[in-house]
Protein backbone atom coordinates (compact mmCIF):
# COMPACT_ATOMS: atom_id res chain seq x y z
CA UNK A 1 0.00 0.00 0.00
CA UNK A 2 1.32 3.60 -0.71
CA UNK A 3 1.53 5.89 2.05
CA UNK A 4 2.66 9.26 2.43
CA UNK A 5 2.66 10.30 6.12
CA UNK A 6 3.20 14.19 7.02
CA UNK A 7 3.83 15.32 10.56
CA UNK A 8 5.40 18.31 11.84
CA UNK A 9 2.81 20.90 11.82
CA UNK A 10 1.40 22.94 14.27
CA UNK A 11 1.08 26.42 15.84
CA UNK A 12 3.33 28.91 15.54
CA UNK A 13 4.05 32.77 15.94
CA UNK A 14 4.70 34.70 13.28
CA UNK A 15 8.30 34.96 12.94
CA UNK A 16 8.65 31.17 14.18
CA UNK A 17 9.92 28.41 12.43
CA UNK A 18 8.61 24.77 12.35
CA UNK A 19 9.87 21.37 10.41
CA UNK A 20 7.71 19.34 8.73
CA UNK A 21 8.65 15.26 7.80
CA UNK A 22 6.83 13.34 5.19
CA UNK A 23 7.78 9.04 5.70
CA UNK A 24 6.93 7.23 2.22
CA UNK A 25 6.30 3.86 1.64
CA UNK A 26 4.77 1.05 -1.04
CA UNK A 27 6.78 2.73 -4.15
CA UNK A 28 10.12 3.37 -4.72
CA UNK A 29 11.04 6.56 -3.41
CA UNK A 30 14.23 7.75 -4.99
CA UNK A 31 12.28 7.35 -8.52
CA UNK A 32 9.82 9.73 -8.21
CA UNK A 33 10.37 13.56 -7.14
CA UNK A 34 8.68 14.95 -3.83
CA UNK A 35 6.64 17.61 -3.59
CA UNK A 36 5.34 19.61 -0.68
CA UNK A 37 2.05 21.13 -1.70
CA UNK A 38 -0.11 23.30 0.39
CA UNK A 39 -4.08 24.52 0.53
CA UNK A 40 -6.41 26.72 2.75
CA UNK A 41 -10.29 27.04 2.24
CA UNK A 42 -11.34 28.82 -0.58
CA UNK A 43 -8.17 28.10 -2.43
CA UNK A 44 -6.55 25.50 -4.86
CA UNK A 45 -3.85 23.49 -3.76
CA UNK A 46 -0.32 25.12 -4.73
CA UNK A 47 2.85 23.87 -5.18
CA UNK A 48 5.46 24.88 -2.22
CA UNK A 49 8.56 22.81 -3.38
CA UNK A 50 9.55 19.73 -5.16
CA UNK A 51 12.68 18.15 -5.22
CA UNK A 52 14.36 16.18 -8.38
CA UNK A 53 15.72 12.16 -7.57
CA UNK A 54 18.16 13.50 -11.03
CA UNK A 55 20.05 16.44 -9.31
CA UNK A 56 19.14 16.76 -5.94
CA UNK A 57 17.72 20.24 -6.59
CA UNK A 58 14.65 21.80 -4.76
CA UNK A 59 12.77 24.61 -6.38
CA UNK A 60 10.25 26.73 -3.97
CA UNK A 61 7.44 29.09 -4.85
CA UNK A 62 7.93 32.76 -4.90
CA UNK A 63 6.36 33.20 -1.79
CA UNK A 64 8.32 30.57 0.34
CA UNK A 65 11.68 30.98 -1.49
CA UNK A 66 14.66 32.50 0.87
CA UNK A 67 12.65 31.31 4.10
CA UNK A 68 11.64 27.21 3.28
CA UNK A 69 13.96 25.04 2.64
CA UNK A 70 13.42 21.52 1.56
CA UNK A 71 15.73 18.04 1.51
CA UNK A 72 15.10 14.16 0.96
CA UNK A 73 16.58 11.38 2.54
CA UNK A 74 16.46 8.48 0.22
CA UNK A 75 18.20 5.89 2.43
CA UNK A 76 14.78 7.05 4.86
CA UNK A 77 12.81 7.28 2.20
CA UNK A 78 11.90 10.93 4.04
CA UNK A 79 11.47 14.33 2.73
CA UNK A 80 11.31 17.31 5.03
CA UNK A 81 10.35 21.16 4.95
CA UNK A 82 12.01 23.79 7.03
CA UNK A 83 10.11 26.87 7.55
CA UNK A 84 11.65 29.37 8.78
CA UNK A 85 10.33 33.08 9.47
CA UNK A 86 6.79 31.91 9.41
CA UNK A 87 4.03 34.24 8.09
CA UNK A 88 -0.24 34.29 8.80
CA UNK A 89 -0.08 33.63 4.89
CA UNK A 90 2.24 30.51 5.23
CA UNK A 91 -1.27 29.19 6.72
CA UNK A 92 -2.40 25.96 5.13
CA UNK A 93 -2.82 22.26 5.06
CA UNK A 94 0.71 20.86 3.65
CA UNK A 95 0.87 17.65 1.92
CA UNK A 96 3.40 15.69 1.08
CA UNK A 97 3.45 14.33 -2.43
CA UNK A 98 4.73 12.07 -5.13
CA UNK A 99 5.25 13.42 -8.32
CA UNK A 100 5.72 16.75 -8.52
CA UNK A 101 7.75 19.15 -11.40
CA UNK A 102 8.99 22.32 -12.20
CA UNK A 103 5.76 24.04 -13.02
CA UNK A 104 3.30 25.42 -11.05
CA UNK A 105 0.56 22.41 -10.96
CA UNK A 106 -0.87 19.34 -9.44
CA UNK A 107 -1.35 17.57 -12.58
CA UNK A 108 2.12 15.52 -12.19
CA UNK A 109 1.07 13.81 -8.64
CA UNK A 110 0.25 10.27 -8.28
CA UNK A 111 0.26 10.16 -4.90
CA UNK A 112 -0.54 12.56 -1.80
CA UNK A 113 -0.54 12.75 1.84
CA UNK A 114 -3.60 13.25 4.16
CA UNK A 115 -1.96 16.69 5.03
CA UNK A 116 -0.47 18.23 8.55
CA UNK A 117 -2.04 21.69 9.28
CA UNK A 118 -0.36 24.53 9.94
CA UNK A 119 -1.71 27.05 11.32
CA UNK A 120 0.42 30.37 11.94
CA UNK A 121 -0.61 33.77 14.12
CA UNK A 122 -0.05 37.15 13.66
Known amino acids: EVQLVESGGGLVQAGGSLRLSCTAS????????IGWFRQVPGKERERVAC????????VYSTSVKGRFTMSSDNAKNMAYLQMNSLKPEDTAVYYC???????????????WGRGTSVSVSS
Open 97 to 111: AADCSYYHTTGYVEF
Open 26 to 33: GFTFDRYA
Open 51 to 58: IFNDDGKP
